[in-house]
């Protein structure tokens, strides 16, 4: 039996793997990608949330559902809009790895 | 109708110079008849409320906040008063005429009248006065008219800094008489000087605060009458044109303040301790004025040094309780020292404005009518019989005799310094032969400035006489010292008479020379070097509140609080991205530990 402490589980190896890519990687689209990762980690949670949460008329509150469907259209165009900068940063730089970009370094 | 008389000898004056300020100043000739006929209006009806004896005035209220405090518009009208002002507008009205010749050619004529009569209101105002606070008006107008008038010549860089001086020592001098006025407001309720009087008990006996009071009443004549230590400014007073110094500077405004003393005399005589100061600060006025007269060269500033000797006698007397001794020199210094200076004033003029006595010489001749009346202006400044400054001088040396030995002597020892420099300037100046082209050149003066000398010069000489003076005095009672003291007091005169006479006849050079005596035992270069280190001190503690506090404690305080925050703050600004996100989870593992946990 699949309970939702295992659901909770992956979500929470995921969003660490995510995490630690976001913190590790050096390359920009590694880091996006890892991004994505955590917030499909919160999908994910989100969604057994939902199944797990029955309602008295034996059916699951969808509302968590609608709200897995808002982050990845969000998810969507954060991915449009990173991947932009990141080939806009790419022309100006020809990099694409963080530590070569600390210009805000004081 | 008759009370309403007293106010307009005191309002004449003031009319002129508001008439004279805003319409004539063009018009010279029009702006001193004007002048003139205010005066004029002030003599007559202050000779006819003295012929009358009047005591009724028209009082009103000025200020009523019952019981607190009440300042009456109110004049006082005694004895007293009514001799000073005939007095005050008899001989301002003889100097006013005088100066239509002396500043006949003088571009701010108008300007000078205007300020001539606003004096007389001011100083006729001080002699009618019934409290404290209009007294110290007045005083306070005096004082303006003053510096205007010695900064009449204000173009000339001497009489601008003179007016200064006499404005601001003077000052000082009524800072403390203000203060003095309010402990007496304070302490009994009340300013008016009839009211006073019987709340004198309200003091209670406590001598060290009534002897206070007393000097800081003092304190205002000390500065007024140019008594020591404040006296500086007299001399230099002399750079205004010669009609003032003899007004203002000689006759009236300096007499001010040992007539404040008598009005308040009640105060001064309830403090022993008081008293003695007084006498003391006059003699010690009157021997050092003597002293440095006698190494002056400068004609009008000998007669201004021998004015704050003899007004040093008046304090003296003050000083000595007896206000009837100081009254009376008061009255007799007021003509011949007005004589002696437009006497000196009509030399000068003719001279083309030499003041040296050294460039004079010779103008018994030359100008006779002037030698005359300044010879008895001279014989009455040195006390000589039967002069008024005889019998004036004499009864305070006798009354000195009677109260005070060392006071005495010390007094006539400067009765021989007067006899000394006296005769020395007139040796100088009159006898010998002219030492310059313009004394060899000088001739009589015009004669509207003539006969206000020889007027003088009449009441110079009577003004001493019991038969003349007692209808304007109560003249002091004289003791059984009998012909002791004036025999003394006319062998100290012969002595230095002829001293002088025997050192500068037929000289044309200084023949002694003293030079502490010469610079006024520097009075005014310790004046100089006080008022300098008190700057230098004052400043240096400012500049090290500014530099110190200031500066690098409050402004450099936060300019260094910021900068040294700023510098640990941005130790946190690595410039990694990742960092940033590690930062930005350990923050939102925080708000998630305070928000859900906590």
Excluded at chain 1, 13 to 19: A, D, R, S
Excluded at chain 2, 24 to 48: E, G, Y
Excluded at chain 2, 61 to 70: A, E
Excluded at chain 2, 223 to 252: N, R
Aim: charged fraction near 10%; proline fraction near 3%; include cysteine.
């Amino acid at each position: 039996m699949i309970t939702l402490g295992n659901y909770l589980a992956v979500s929470a190896i995921l969003f660490t793997i995510g995490f630690a890519g976001v913190m590790l990687r050096r390359n920009l689209i590694v880091i996006l990608m890892s991004l994505e990762l955590m917030l499909n980690a919160g999908n994910l949670s989100l969604v057994a949330f939902s199944r797990f949460r029955v309602g008295v008329n034996g059916l699951p509150d969808y509302n968590a559902q609608v709200f897995v469907f808002f982050v990845i259209t969000v998810a969507a165009a954060e991915v449009a809009v990173g991947l932009a900068l990141l080939v806009a940063l790419y022309r100006a730089r020809q990099t694409a790895h963080v530590e070569d970009i600390r210009n805000l370094k004081f | 109708m008759n009370s309403f008389y007293p106010w307009l000898i005191l309002l004449a004056p003031f009319a002129s110079a508001t008439v004279i300020t805003l319409f004539t100043l063009r018009s010279k000739s029009l702006s001193s008849a004007i002048s003139i006929a205010a005066v004029l209006v002030s003599f007559v009806f202050s000779c006819f409320i003295f012929a009358q004896s009047a005591t009724a005035a028209l009082e009103f209220v000025w200020i009523d906040i019952t019981p607190v405090f009440r300042v009456p518009l109110g004049l006082t009208l005694d004895q007293l008063s009514r001799t000073m002002a005939v007095l005050v507008s008899g001989v301002g009205a003889l100097i006013h005429i005088y100066s239509l010749g002396y500043m006949r050619d003088d571009e701010g004529k108008s300007r000078y009248f205007a300020a001539l009569s606003l004096f007389m209101f001011a100083m006729l105002g001080i002699v009618f006065a019934n409290n404290f606070v209009m007294l110290f008006i007045f005083w306070e107008l005096v004082g303006f008219t003053s510096y205007v008038l010695i900064g009449h010549w204000f173009f000339r860089n001497a009489a601008a800094d003179a007016a200064n001086k006499a404005f601001i020592t003077t000052r000082i001098g009524d800072f403390g008489f203000m203060t003095g006025i309010l402990m007496i407001w304070a302490t009994t309720g009340s300013v008016v000087f009839a009211e006073i009087t019987p709340r004198m008990s309200m003091f209670g006996g406590h001598a060290t605060f009534v002897a206070i009071v007393a000097l800081l009443i003092f304190c205002g004549a000390v500065g007024k009458s140019a008594q020591f230590p404040l006296h500086v400014w007299l001399p230099d007073a002399m750079e205004g044109p010669t009609p003032v110094s003899a007004l203002i500077h000689a006759a009236t405004m300096v007499a001010a303040g040992v007539y404040m003393l008598v009005r308040v005399a009640f105060i001064i005589q309830a403090s022993q301790t008081a008293l003695l100061v007084v006498a003391w600060i006059g003699t010690t006025t009157a021997v050092m004025a003597a002293l440095i007269a006698t190494q002056q060269d400068d004609i009008k500033r000998i007669l201004a040094y021998s004015t704050l000797s003899q007004l040093g006698y008046m304090v003296m007397a003050v000083g000595l309780a007896s206000n009837n001794a100081a009254m009376f020199h008061l009255f007799t210094h007021a003509f011949f020292k007005a004589l002696l200076f437009l006497a000196a004033g009509s030399v000068i003029v003719m001279l083309h404005h030499e003041q040296n006595i050294w460039k004079m010489g010779g103008l018994r001749r030359k100008l006779p009518v002037t030698f005359i009346t300044f010879t008895v202006g001279a014989l009455a400044l040195i006390g000589c019989p039967p002069f008024s400054g005889f019998f004036s001088k004499d009864a305070i040396l006798a009354l000195a005799y009677e109260r005070n030995m060392p006071i005495f002597a010390i007094a006539l020892f400067t009765a021989f310094l007067t006899a000394f420099y006296v005769i020395r300037m007139l040796v100088i100046v009159f006898f010998g032969n002219p030492r310059s082209d313009n004394a060899r050149q000088g001739r009589e003066s015009p004669t509207v400035m003539t006969w206000p000398l020889v007027v003088l010069a009449i009441l110079a000489t009577l003004g001493g006489f019991g038969f003349f003076a007692r209808n304007f005095l109560a003249l002091p009672v004289e003791n059984a010292v009998s012909a002791f003291v004036p025999g003394l007091a006319i062998i100290a005169l012969i002595l230095g008479g002829g001293l002088a006479f025997a050192v500068y006849r037929g000289r044309s050079t200084e023949a002694v020379n003293v030079e502490l005596l010469r610079r006024k035992f520097y009075f005014d270069e310790f004046y100089s070097s006080l008022i300098y280190w008190t700057q230098e001190l004052l400043a240096s503690l400012s500049a090290f509140v500014d530099r110190w506090i200031i500066d690098a404690g409050v402004v450099g305080g936060a300019s260094r609080g910021t900068w040294g925050i700023g510098a640990l703050l941005r130790l946190i600004q690595v410039g990694n991205l990742q960092a940033y996100a590690f930062l930005f989870g350990l923050g939102v593992v925080a708000l998630i530990y305070f928000a859900v946990i906590r």
